[in-house]
T-cell receptor, first 114, second 111 residues
Framework: GAVVSQHPSRVICKSGTSVKIECRSL??????MFWYRQFPKKSLMLMAT?????????EQGVEKDKFLINHASLTLSTLTVTSAHPEDSSFYIC??????????FGPGTRLTVT | QKEVEQDPGPLSVPEGAIVSLNCTYS??????FMWYRQYSRKGPELLMY????GNKEDGRFTAQVDKSSKYISLFIRDSQPSDSATYLC???????????FGTGTQLKVEL
């Protein structure tokens, strides 16, 4: 149990375009989902916390207009990187919690902006 | 001072060794403690989670929490090459709250 999927697993896009990443909890309802960014050999950096049906809460320094988060249902959250630039290239990982304290992570999405 | 401190390693051990991974923290509000394993280019996998102080065992893994010392540990017995990964400690003050992660310890188990 407690499976979280992400799609796509890898995406390459041109500078200036937008990219949408989906995060789904497959076998539980996620009251809260989180989006992280991870640089090579670094720990996870929390970008935002998303609750179903309400606006996401962004961490300090994260541009909410650039990283649009939608939590449309208890099993789906999306992250859209708008007007992507090469510096946005990174490993993006989502996690979901069923309401208890543990978080279950997706497999990650590697974004490369050329 | 970071809220959570974790030795980044790398830690290299022979197959079959007992591995001890540790984290210290400064926030006394943390009540929930987790250990994640992350293979290269993959998402973290939840290994163990505990609430408050005490021990928890699951197969070859044992998690210990000492809240009085603000110190948590993960022990891996009979380590295998497949245990080679980065191990992240994480903690939270309450249910549904965001996690605070350690920087991760890179472990290599050699044949």
């Amino acid at each position: 149990g407690a499976v979280v999927s992400q799609h796509p697993s890898r995406v390459i896009c041109k500078s200036g375009t937008s990219v949408k990443i989906e995060c789904r909890s497959l076998d539980f309802q996620a009251t809260t989902m989180f989006w992280y960014r991870q640089f090579p050999k670094k720990s996870l950096m929390l970008m935002a916390t998303s609750n179903e049906g309400s606006k996401a809460t962004y961490e300090q320094g994260v541009e909410k207009d650039k990283f649009l988060i939608n939590h449309a249902s208890l099993t789906l959250s999306t992250l859209t990187v708008t007007s992507a630039h090469p510096e946005d290239s990174s490993f993006y990982i989502c996690s979901a919690t069923p309401g208890k304290y543990e978080q279950y992570f997706g497999p990650g999405t590697r974004l490369t902006v050329t | 001072q970071k809220e959570v401190e974790q030795d980044p390693g790398p830690l290299s051990v022979p197959e079959g060794a007992i591995v001890s991974l540790n984290c210290t923290y400064s926030n006394s509000a943390f009540q929930y403690f987790m250990w994640y394993r992350q293979y290269s280019r993959k998402g973290p996998e939840l290994l163990m989670y505990t609430y408050s102080s005490g021990n928890k065992e699951d197969g070859r893994f044992t998690a210990q929490v000492d809240k009085s010392s603000k110190y948590i540990s993960l022990f891996i017995r009979d380590s295998q090459p497949s245990d080679s990964a980065t191990y992240l400690c994480a903690m939270s003050a309450g249910g549904g709250n965001k996690l605070t992660f350690g920087t991760g310890t890179q472990l290599k188990v050699e044949l």
